[in-house]
């Protein structure tokens, strides 16, 4: 796992459930491993069966789980990889298209999706980040909301201990530090 600096709790509760990397990577592998972007009716399909695998765990592992997704986006979340132009696609003027902020968080979520070392492989190598540009995995976003709600009848109302929005990781945008 990429060093990454524990941001301000911002008064999520300390005592937040755990669940181990291994067992999070574990979860992820029911989604079948990396989706390109002609299989997105696959990935829901995955996702839906991530959530009914999901919420057929222990409480705090669903809370965990949420958890630990906010964390692997988070540690996703660099200039390095944001500020890539999305493959394959450009403006009429020929210039490469940004992604947006939400085009972003969805591709960190597709670079999730696509397994503990596609995901670990990123790292250091923002050229292997850039096949994600193109995909998204924006259903990955709320298997642990909606395995909550399952299990417990209540929606889920919790703050992660890690912001996962695009740009939230200061530490990794240093043009945009205070």
Not at 54 to 62: A, D, F, G
Not at 72 to 79: F, G, I, V
Not at 114 to 124: I, K, L, P, T
Not at 148 to 176: I, Q
Request: proline residues 6%; aromatic residues 10%; glycine residues 8%.
């Amino acid at each position: 796992m990429s060093d990454v600096r524990t941001p301000p709790n911002n008064g999520v509760d300390p005592g937040l459930p755990v669940m181990t990397w291994e067992r999070f990577w574990q979860l992820v592998e029911v989604l079948g491993g990396e989706a390109g972007t002609e299989t997105c009716e696959d990935l829901e399909e995955a996702c839906t069966r991530l959530t009914e695998v999901l919420s057929r765990e222990p409480i705090e592992q669903i809370i965990g789980f949420g958890e630990r997704l906010a964390e692997a986006l988070y540690r996703l979340d660099q200039a390095a990889f944001g500020t890539l132009p999305v493959l394959g696609i450009q403006l009429s003027d020929g210039s490469p298209l940004p992604q947006s902020d939400d085009g972003f968080l969805y591709a960190r979520a597709a670079a999730v999706a696509a397994g503990r070392q596609a995901y670990e492989s990123v790292f250091g190598h923002p050229e292997r980040f850039a096949r994600f540009t193109a995909r998204g995995c924006e259903q990955l976003l709320y298997v642990h909301e909606e395995a909550f709600e399952h299990a417990t009848g209540t929606e889920w109302d919790r703050l992660t201990r890690y912001d996962y929005e695009s740009c939230a990781n200061k530490d990794d945008w240093p043009e945009l530090r205070d």
